[in-house]
Every structure is written in C-alpha cells, then in structure tokens.
C-alpha cells in the first residue's frame, strides 16, 4: 500500500511515459501525453453559443445566443469548455475521478490553461469549484473540480463559499428535468459577504445539461456575486 502511494507521487511529479499510448516523452519533457495522443484531444470547434458556449452543430460564421439561452437564459454571464467529453478527455477524466489518478488532473489543467477557455480566468476575483457532499468527497478522497481550479494560481481558491448541504444522485443516468430536480437546493453559500460584490469563475469537470452550473450560479448571483462566468474541461453534445 505505502509503496503503490509513493509510485504513484512519483509518477505525478514525473511521467516519463505518455499516459495513453505509454510512449517515452523525454526525461526533460514538461508534457504528459506524446503529440500523436494530443492531437487526439476532441477539442471544442467554433463558433459557439456566446453565452453556455454550446457548439453549433456545422455552422459556420459569428457566434450567437442559441435557441436553449434565448428560451430560457442561465444565471450565469458565460460558460466555456475546452475539448468535448470523449476520446483521451474522457478517459482522464474517469481515470482521476473513478480510479484516483492523480496524474490525469495534471493534464486537465494543461488542458485548461492552453485553451482560450482560459480567458475566462482574467476576468475573475476568484475561482470557486464545485462542491461535492461530504459524504462524496469522503469516499472520493479529492474534489475535482478544486483540483482543476488550481490550474489558475494567480486567483484566490475559495472552497467554502458554495457547499453541497444535501447529497444528490449521480446525474449520469438522469434526464435533463431530473438533473435539474436532483440539484434544487442542494447548494448554499454560509457566508454572503465573501462574494458579495465578486466576479466568480466557477469551475467544474463536464458541462452536461448545464443543471448543476446552473443551480450553483443562481445561488451565487442570490448572495450577491456580481458575476459567474463558468469553465469546465469537458462538455458534452451541441447546441
């Protein structure tokens, strides 16, 4: 057990094998994945839903509102992700959250980071992640949401601004209008004043129906944040 915990600190500090394909990066390589599997990566095309970031399914010239935000506008100024939840994303993302890789959260933040996505972080005064349930994070051992927060160093991390007072069901099998249920009032802010008046970036690993973003920037904007602009690795479908 100690023994598997320090090769797994090792191999977090230093890979020294692409962690897909296993091919040798270089004892100097700052990388963690060779470039035949980062071009791999499902990056999230152009144009997009200038407010949930939604992709528009091959469409072409000037972003625009999507039919979703204009019949139903979230609480929440701008949402983006990087890359859509499939191929190498997916997989490191199941093999952090599912398997306690550590390593792969290493990579979703490179992921983060080089995106324009990015863009979302200079506008912040701080980075809130979404939180989990204690008796989730628990088992988990890790939030991480808060670990793909800490992509942007140069932001206040405030995880007790938002907590999760209920458990809620896993969303993956839930139709959109239980998603939406699963989270109503599963989340609150203890402490206005904390963001009153603040610009938050609200992070997360997949945007999905936007249910959970959703709920936390509603009770965020509720306290008084004076924006929530949402960043997440991964998401899911079109607009």
């Not at 598997?4 to 100097?28: E, I």
């Not at 199941?94 to 506008?123: G, I, M, N, P």
């Not at 609150?188 to 609200?202: I, N, R």
């Not at 959703?214 to 008084?224: D, I, K, M, S």
């Amino acid at each position: 057990m100690l023994q598997s915990f320090f090769q797994a600190l090792l191999d977090f500090f230093l890979p020294g094998f692409c962690l897909f394909c296993q091919a040798p990066l270089g004892a100097l390589s700052d990388n963690l994945v060779c470039p035949m599997c980062l071009k791999e990566v499902p990056w999230l095309p152009g144009p997009v839903c200038v407010c949930c970031g939604a992709p528009f399914k091959g469409a072409v010239g000037l972003e625009h509102l999507c039919q979703g935000c204009l019949t139903r506008p979230p609480p929440f100024s701008r949402a983006r992700a990087v890359a859509f939840y499939d191929g190498a994303v997916l997989e490191a993302i199941h093999r952090l959250k599912y398997q306690r890789q550590l390593v792969y959260a290493r990579f979703l933040q490179q992921l983060l980071t080089d995106s324009e996505a990015a863009a979302l972080a200079l506008a912040a005064d701080l980075a809130v992640p979404v939180p989990l349930h204690s008796l989730r994070l628990r088992w988990r051992g890790f939030n991480q949401a808060q670990l793909l927060a800490q992509a942007f160093p140069q932001l206040p991390l405030e995880t007790g601004i938002l907590e999760r007072q209920r458990p809620t069901l896993p969303q993956v099998k839930l139709s959109s209008k239980e998603r939406r249920s699963n989270v109503k009032g599963a989340f609150v802010v203890p402490d206005p004043q904390a963001v009153a008046g603040k610009a938050v970036l609200l992070v997360d690993d997949v945007y999905t129906t936007g249910a959970t973003v959703r709920e936390c920037a509603q009770v965020l904007r509720r306290a008084g944040a004076s924006q929530v602009e949402v960043l997440t690795v991964a998401r899911v479908g079109y607009a």
